[in-house]
């Protein structure tokens, strides 16, 4: 059973989504859970987020999430390509902890990584119902300085926790929330049409029904695979064999 009970005495009765922060910032981010330890840098508005996982080589990948379209693009910036999703779908599926519902219980105030915030007893109940217990601490604006959640059931244990740090508060420029000049977008449908037809045409099975990748990693497989299948099919029609990874390019803002 969910091991929840020490929290009920404080549990509110009814829990509601977590209000975006009413002030923009940047911040450093570590994200640590049951698969190990993320950095990011981060940029936020009231309605716009964006999560740079990168390394010093521009290689990783970077989100754009935009609460006020209700779409998340992933970059990838070594390979000027992106993908789309709607919020809580794609590779954030399920951990997206904006689309969560939160009991909150005010503790007191303290000082954190040098800012003033308030100490919260939380209860967080994720897209899929699963519910984590622990302690946020959050400024008066909003914005969630650390969240220390813990979920557990029988054998299966996960923990949550995220913490800012070089916190600034600030006006942040609306093109860090936008696609880049240049960037084109991947269209995992059409390369995996062009490859179900090309391996039907040489005696292989039609993977046109695979699934969408999860990460860049697999990005970059699928690519590989593609050019080796246009190789292999120097028979085909130019025009059939096009890169369906490099579509138009998307245009200014």
């Known amino acids: 059973l969910l091991v929840l009970a020490t929290l009920s005495a404080w549990v509110p009765a009814q829990a509601t989504p977590m209000n975006r922060p009413q002030a923009?910032?940047?911040?450093?981010?570590?994200?640590?859970?049951?698969?190990?330890?993320?950095?990011?840098?981060?940029?936020?508005?009231?309605?716009?987020?964006?999560?740079?996982?990168?390394?010093?080589?521009?290689?990783?990948?970077?989100?754009?999430?935009?609460?006020?379209?209700?779409?998340?693009?992933m970059l990838m910036p070594s390979e000027n390509m992106?993908?789309?999703?709607?919020?809580?779908?794609?590779p954030s599926k399920g951990s997206d902890t904006s689309q969560w519902t939160?009991?909150?219980?005010?503790?007191?105030?303290?000082?954190l990584n040098?800012?003033?915030?308030?100490?919260?007893?939380?209860?967080?109940?994720?897209?899929?119902?699963?519910?984590?217990?622990g302690f946020s601490w959050r400024t008066r604006e909003g914005i969630?300085?650390?969240?220390?959640?813990?979920y557990k059931e029988g054998n299966d244990k996960k923990r949550m926790l995220t913490e800012l740090s070089n916190l600034q508060v600030g006006r942040q420029d609306p093109k860090l929330f936008?696609?880049?000049d240049?960037?084109?977008?991947?269209d995992m449908g059409g390369m995996m049409g062009m490859m179900g037809r090309q391996g039907q045409s040489m005696g292989r099975p039609d993977t046109?029904?695979?699934?969408p990748p999860s990460s860049v990693a697999s990005v970059r497989a699928s690519c590989a695979r593609r050019d080796a299948a246009g190789r292999a099919s120097a028979a085909t029609p130019a025009a059939s064999r096009r890169l369906p990874c490099t579509a138009a390019p998307v245009p200014s803002a």
């Open 24 to 73: 923009e910032y940047s911040a450093d981010a570590t994200v640590e859970n049951e698969e190990g330890t993320t950095k990011q840098k981060i940029f936020v508005t009231a309605t716009k987020e964006r999560k740079e996982m990168l390394t010093g080589s521009g290689e990783g990948a970077v989100q754009l999430f935009r609460y006020d379209n209700k779409g998340m693009w």
């Open 82 to 90: 992106y993908m789309e999703f709607p919020i809580g779908g794609g």
């Open 208 to 211: 046109s029904g695979m699934p």
């Open 182 to 186: 240049g960037f084109t977008k991947f």
């Open 178 to 180: 936008e696609i880049p």
């Open 102 to 111: 939160y009991e909150d219980t005010a503790m007191g105030e303290e000082t």
């Open 114 to 133: 040098g800012v003033r915030v308030t100490k919260y007893k939380t209860i967080a109940t994720t897209t899929d119902g699963k519910k984590f217990g």
């Open 144 to 150: 969630n300085v650390k969240q220390d959640l813990l």
